[in-house]
């Protein structure tokens, strides 16, 4: 089965610089989805970011990238420029082929943003 | 722009007690789903609607019960509430399946504690 590791349970950094979020997942498919997911306190969840695996090229959004590298199955994602409206839980998420194409979570990543 | 709205946002329910979370997008999506956050934990599923007329068993369904009641609407019953069941839980939508790599969208979620 499918599993989304997010090692990180909590990080920081100063407000206007870069971090780098991690997240790894273990599976044997080639063809499948990755996400990041960011929950802030208001709790609704909203899509970041999304890497088709078969792109080589790796997911931009505005100052959000991936770093998406297949062989090692590892999905980062790098905030540039950080904002306080950044803090927030964020979340990775796999498709998954085994569990009917349902999403395995990771456990997630709380960003604090210091001003 | 509603998106997807949840009721209630909190509850208290007593161990035995029974309750309906209600969830209703105004999206036009086709596939909806009821997940569960708990601390430390991603998300899980508990049951999801492809589309109107199906639905199936996610990863966690023992203790609970959905209805697709229309497009617009998916319930999700506590017939007898358990502590274990204590969580925040979340209902989702999307336009299509997931199996597609398809962007969820999320209510704000319910809050509910059983004593």
């Known amino acids: 089965a499918q599993t989304v590791t997010q090692s990180q349970p909590e990080m920081s950094v100063q407000e206007a610089e870069t971090v780098t979020l991690s997240c790894t997942y273990d599976t044997s498919e080639s063809d499948y989805y990755l996400f990041w997911y960011k929950q802030p306190p208001s709790r609704q969840m909203i899509l970041v970011i999304r890497q088709e695996a078969y792109k080589q090229q790796n997911a931009t959004e505005n100052r959000f990238s991936v770093n998406f590298q297949k062989a090692a199955k590892s999905f980062s994602l790098k905030i540039s420029d950080s904002q306080l409206g950044d803090a927030a839980m964020y979340f990775c998420?796999?498709?998954?082929?085994?569990?009917?194409?349902?999403?395995?979570w990771g456990a997630g990543t709380k960003l604090i943003i210091k001003p | 722009n509603a998106g997807v709205t949840q009721t209630p946002k909190f509850q208290v329910l007593k161990t035995g007690q029974s309750m309906t979370l209600q969830c209703a997008q105004d999206m036009n999506h086709n596939s909806m789903y009821w997940y569960r956050q708990d601390p430390g934990m991603g998300l899980r599923l508990i049951y999801y609607s492809a589309s109107e007329g199906t639905t199936d068993k996610g990863e966690v369904p023992n203790g609970y019960n959905v209805s697709r009641l229309n497009k617009r609407e998916f319930s999700l019953r506590l017939e007898s509430a358990a502590p274990s069941q204590t969580s925040v839980y979340f209902c989702?939508?999307?336009?299509?399946?997931?199996?597609?790599?398809?962007?969820?969208?999320f209510g704000s979620g319910t809050q509910l504690s059983v004593l």
């Open positions: 998420a796999y498709r998954s082929e085994d569990s009917n194409y349902q999403l395995i």
């Open positions: 989702a939508s999307s336009e299509l399946p997931t199996a597609r790599g398809e962007k969820l969208f």
